[in-house]
């Protein structure tokens, strides 16, 4: 059931992420296909690169990658499960928000 389980969580991540991330300036495009994740940001609005993220992702045990120079990639297991599925939701928005807040703290 491992393509059921990606669908359900690729599904439950997306909406996550939207509900946290999709209004906030800087964040373009939030995008997914199963548990291919995307999150497009707009560097001009960040204060940190995101290459910083995800050092800072990974000091939190969270390995995330980043393409193009602005895109979050999440290529999670397919045996995730709906509260590993949080962490990552909370964790890589937590990192996203903070980095853009303090570009306009800036």
Do not use: W
């Not at 939030?30 to 800072?56: P, S």
């Not at 193009?68 to 397919?78: K, M, T």
């Amino acid at each position: 059931k491992l393509l059921d389980n990606s669908r359900k969580m690729g599904d439950y991540i997306l909406s996550g992420f939207k509900e946290k991330l999709a209004q906030l300036d800087g964040v373009r495009d939030i995008r997914g296909l199963g548990l291919m994740i995307g999150i497009e940001l707009d560097t001009d609005h960040m204060n940190r690169d995101c290459a910083e993220l995800v050092k800072l992702a990974l000091e939190q045990h969270l390995l995330i990658n980043v393409t193009a120079g602005n895109v979050i990639r999440l290529l999670p297991p397919l045996i995730l499960d709906q509260q590993q599925a949080d962490t990552i939701i909370n964790t890589v928005s937590e990192l996203v928000i903070a980095s853009l807040q303090e570009k306009v703290a800036a």
